[in-house]
């Protein structure tokens, strides 16, 4: 099912991540929020794309080809553009640097640090075979161990897509009778965090995450009166390129101006690269058989 609501936040949660990035040293922490939504968002997604049935194999491949032909056409990028980006970079085992007090991947490439999240959560999403419940257990879990065993993998942010996963399994009546209040609720602690000079990454899952899920409850919920945009509904469907390549034009300048061309750079990936490459993955992916499961010719008698 398509989610007006999800898509059009994806377009927004890209262009917060773009001004974060934009305005570095004066922009509040909070705008890198948008790193928390998509997190909140990619577990509410896999669920809703999962319910008529799971199979692990095809998930992982169309989850590949979705999400890496577009990050190594950015690699690629900045590797022309500004410097060659590392091997390990392109297989999203970048080495690990302490960021907000806590051990992240630290790609070249800036925002694959988000993609090497996203790859654990769904390898762990196929390894339960699509029981989402048995992935928020596993994903508690690894953040539990956190508290004593500080890893990347066990990195709290981790919950978030728990959150999102637990969020499209509730009755879209609720999401609707409380909406309101969940928007309210989301809008009130982001005005909150934006006057912290800092947010620890160990408790970024509270501060940026929970509102986070609250804001996409509360706009799910409003899903049948938000209006149709034309505007918005390119900016979601750009959203992964704009995220991947906002910082290249930002290495020669910033502010407004950085924030324009990264934008601009990365509509234009959208529309150039990354939606012909998507349109011939998903027909590769639709004449895809796995040998185990293509019929057996027949042996003559």
Request: charged share 10%.
């Amino acid at each position: 099912m398509f989610y007006r609501s999800i898509h059009y936040l994806r377009g927004l949660a890209a262009l917060a991540v773009a001004a974060f990035h934009a305005f570095i040293d004066e922009a509040p922490q909070v705008l890198a929020g948008g790193v928390d939504v998509f997190f909140v968002i990619s577990g509410f997604v896999m669920v809703e794309a999962t319910r008529n049935g799971f199979n692990a194999h095809r998930f992982l491949l169309a989850r590949a080809a979705r999400i890496l032909p577009p990050y190594w056409i950015a690699c690629a990028l900045a590797s022309v553009l500004v410097v060659s980006t590392p091997l390990r970079d392109w297989l999203l085992v970048p080495e690990a640097t302490v960021m907000w007090g806590w051990p992240i991947p630290e790609p070249f490439l800036s925002p694959g640090w988000t993609l090497a999240y996203e790859a654990l959560f769904y390898i762990l999403f196929a390894v339960c075979l699509g029981r989402w419940w048995l992935t928020a257990i596993l994903l508690t879990v690894l953040a539990g161990l956190g508290t004593v065993w500080q890893l990347v993998i066990t990195n709290p942010i981790v919950l978030e897509f728990a959150f999102g996963m637990a969020l499209a399994n509730l009755p879209r009546q609720h999401l609707a009778r409380w909406s309101g209040v969940l928007l309210v609720g989301a809008l009130s602690c982001f005005l909150l965090a934006a006057s912290l000079e800092r947010i620890p990454m160990v408790s970024r899952w509270l501060i940026l995450g929970m509102p986070s899920a609250a804001l996409v409850a509360g706009l799910v919920g409003l899903e049948a009166r938000i209006p149709a945009s034309r505007v918005l509904h390119f900016l979601g469907s750009a959203s992964y390129s704009i995220y991947l390549v906002h910082m290249l034009p930002m290495v020669w300048t910033s502010h407004w101006t950085g924030l324009a061309l990264g934008v601009t750079a990365g509509s234009l990936m959208y529309l150039t690269l990354e939606r012909p490459v998507n349109r011939y993955s998903r027909q590769l992916l639709s004449g895809f058989k796995p040998a185990w499961n293509r019929p057996r010719p027949r042996q003559a008698t």
